[in-house]
């Protein structure tokens, strides 16, 4: 793994917290990317950790951890079937 495009991208998708407890919780990372990475850092995120790990963030997100549109693109991305509908925290207004 690059640190220095690691470090970069913890620091831009999860910015309210030090790169390093970031790059500890890698699926919440990649959860960040999914919600509003650039094609780009997609890219580099997945040389960097593999697109299983995407997989797997995406099938492991707690409610709130996507919204509704990365939800449905992903799990299209990766050719899993038709989701209910996502699952929201208790404290979020239905859109």
């Known amino acids: 793994m690059d640190p220095s495009t690691a470090r970069t991208l913890a620091k831009r ?3 309210w917290q030090l790169p ?3 790059l500890a919780e890698i699926p919440r990372l990649l959860q960040q ?3 509003l990475g650039t094609p780009g850092d997609y890219a580099a995120a997945v040389e960097l950790w593999g697109r299983d790990a995407f997989f797997a963030a995406l099938v492991a997100a707690a409610p709130g951890a996507l919204d509704e549109r990365s939800w ?5 991305h990766f ?3 038709e989701a209910p509908p996502l699952a929201r925290r ?3 207004a239905p859109t």
Not at 72 to 76: A, E, G, L, N, T
């Open 20 to 22: 390093e407890e970031t």
């Open 13 to 15: 998708y999860v910015w």
């Open 72 to 76: 449905y693109f992903w799990r299209r």
């Open 90 to 92: 208790f404290d979020e």
């Open 79 to 81: 050719g899993l079937p």
């Open 33 to 35: 990317i999914m919600r």
